[in-house]
């Protein structure tokens, strides 16, 4: 683990970054940014890494972004961006993203978590929306991404209240798609990778750069069915279903 606050771990397939500031509930840093950064620069060079998964230690995910850097007025501008860069890169990393949610998933933790495409929590998670309650605001992208994953209604009813809400609450809600039983947090997170590596690599690059198209733009995003229909033809649609008819496991190239 670097002097940042964070452990990076690369093994069958799965880059792991875990948060290790207990100190502070994980809070995030521009130092853990950076380090958060370029773990996903490297994981996104990685041909063998088929997904990344973010956690936290010590009981928490995120509480949040480091206030005495925000407090810091020779460093709060650049501490900011430093956070919204560090979510932007997680968003669109071209690789399917986890959040494993334990404990406190607060504020920029929460805009963190958000970034992910499947986010996993446990019933000891917390989650919250509150810069109001410090006089502060969420970026455009992150309400664009908050209203996108739960909708306008229940955004306001959080970002206008700052209250905190169950992990029970959280899978109503959308902000979370699984929630584990008691301390089985590793068995969900497994078996939703198991399930991404059983896809094929490139339909899952492909597919998740539709999705953010189709995100960023709407209705208007809706194109032809072009590249559905290349695939049908490409090495991974003609093992897929080569595989189905012969009743085997497939055999994606990376």
Same mark, same amino acid.
Do not use: H
């Given at each position: 683990?670097? &002097?940042?606050? %964070?452990?990076?771990?690369?093994?069958?397939?799965?880059? !792991?970054?875990?948060?290790?500031?207990?100190?502070? *509930?994980?809070?995030?840093?521009?130092?853990?940014?950076?380090?958060?950064?370029?773990?996903?620069?490297?994981?996104?060079?990685?041909?063998?890494?088929?997904?990344?998964?973010? +956690?936290?230690? =010590? =009981?928490?995910?995120?509480?949040?972004?480091d206030l005495a850097e925000l407090g810091d007025r020779a460093s709060s501008l650049e501490s900011y961006r430093e956070l919204r860069a560090t979510q932007e890169l997680l968003y669109v990393l071209d690789r399917p993203t986890v959040a494993a949610? &334990?404990?406190?998933?607060?504020?920029?933790?929460?805009?963190?978590?958000l970034a992910c495409d499947i986010r996993i929590g446990?019933?000891?998670?917390?989650?919250?929306?509150?810069?109001? !309650? @410090?006089?502060? @605001?969420y970026s455009d992208r992150e309400l664009w991404r908050l209203? #996108?994953?739960?909708?306008?209604? *229940?955004? !306001? &009813?959080?970002?206008?209240?700052?209250?905190?809400?169950s992990a029970a609450e959280a899978l109503q809600l959308g902000l979370i798609e699984r929630l584990s039983d008691g301390d089985g947090l590793d068995a969900s997170l497994d078996e939703v %990778?198991? +399930?991404?590596?059983?896809?094929?690599? *490139?339909? #899952? !690059?492909?597919?998740? +750069? +539709?999705?953010?198209r189709l995100e960023r733009?709407?209705?208007?995003?809706?194109r032809d069915d072009t590249l559905a229909e290349e695939a049908l033809f490409d090495a991974d649609g003609v093992e897929g279903i080569a595989a189905f008819l012969e009743r085997r496991a497939p055999r994606f190239p990376p």
């Open positions: 683990m670097s &002097d940042s606050g %964070l452990n990076v771990v690369t093994a069958n397939g799965v880059t !792991r970054l875990t948060f290790a500031r207990p100190e502070s *509930r994980n809070s995030l840093t521009r130092p853990l940014c950076a380090a958060i950064r370029a773990a996903l620069t490297e994981a996104a060079a990685d041909g063998q890494v088929r997904a990344v998964v973010i +956690q936290g230690s =010590g =009981g928490s995910f995120a509480s949040g972004a949610i &334990d404990g406190f998933c607060i504020g920029a933790g929460l805009s963190l978590a446990t019933p000891r998670s917390v989650f919250a929306a509150p810069p109001a !309650r @410090l006089g502060l @605001l209203t #996108l994953r739960i909708g306008s209604a *229940r955004s !306001r &009813d959080l970002l206008f209240t700052g209250r905190r809400v %990778l198991q +399930q991404i590596a059983a896809c094929a690599p *490139r339909a #899952l !690059r492909r597919t998740k +750069q +539709q999705i953010l733009e709407g209705a208007a995003g809706v």
